[in-house]
């Protein structure tokens, strides 16, 4: 299948034609406001891993955050620098969890059911974030065909928890909650013991 191409093309952009694609792009994703509504998703391959599908009720969003820590102004007023509340200071979350959160928020009436990179420069990182509307995948809505219906049960599921984004119930919010499970690393100098 075609996904399986573009998801090795994405696996190492710099090795690939996307590098040259996004420095094109991101001149563009520049210009455009924070949160954007977009047709496509840019990797259909992640977005269809993730739950996307080309129906009726599935949105997908552009979202920018700025990188980098909690960075803030230096206080005019007198303090020691230990008060100072500028320099050392880490946010809880992810960038991606935080660019989940402002889409929720644009769009109230969507349900975030998850969300994948797309491109950073040196002072913003982008991520698409696919959401779902509630009101399509209720039992009363009329579709135009049978095949417009979503029936995936899962999907289904995900998008009637209300504000899942911001109870931190999506993939990037179970993480930095530390609710995945890393894969344990093998240490390759011990060895397995006969017994």
Do not use: C
Not at 32 to 61: H, M, N, W
Request: net charge positive; no cysteine.
């Amino acid at each position: 299948m075609i996904y399986k191409y573009i998801a090795k093309e994405w696996a190492k952009p710099e090795e690939s034609f996307v590098e040259d694609l996004m420095k094109e792009r991101l001149i563009l994703y520049r210009k455009q406001p924070t949160t954007l509504r977009i047709e496509k998703p840019t990797r259909l391959d992640r977005a269809r891993s993730l739950g996307y599908k080309a129906k009726q009720g599935f949105v997908v969003a552009r979202t920018k955050v700025r990188r980098g820590g909690l960075r803030k102004r230096r206080p005019r007023s007198g303090r020691r620098p230990k008060r100072m509340g500028v320099a050392k200071y880490k946010p809880a979350k992810s960038l991606k969890l935080i660019g989940e959160e402002r889409a929720g928020k644009k769009f109230p009436n969507l349900e975030v059911l998850n969300s994948y990179w797309v491109g950073e420069d040196g002072r913003s990182k982008w991520f698409e974030v696919i959401m779902v509307n509630k009101v399509v995948l209720s039992r009363q809505h009329k579709f135009k065909t049978k095949k417009a219906r979503i029936t995936n049960q899962n999907i289904v599921n995900l998008a009637n928890q209300k504000r899942r984004v911001n109870r931190g119930l999506t993939a990037s919010g179970k993480r930095v909650r530390h609710l995945v499970k890393s894969p344990e690393k093998k240490n390759p100098k011990k060895r397995k013991t006969k017994k």
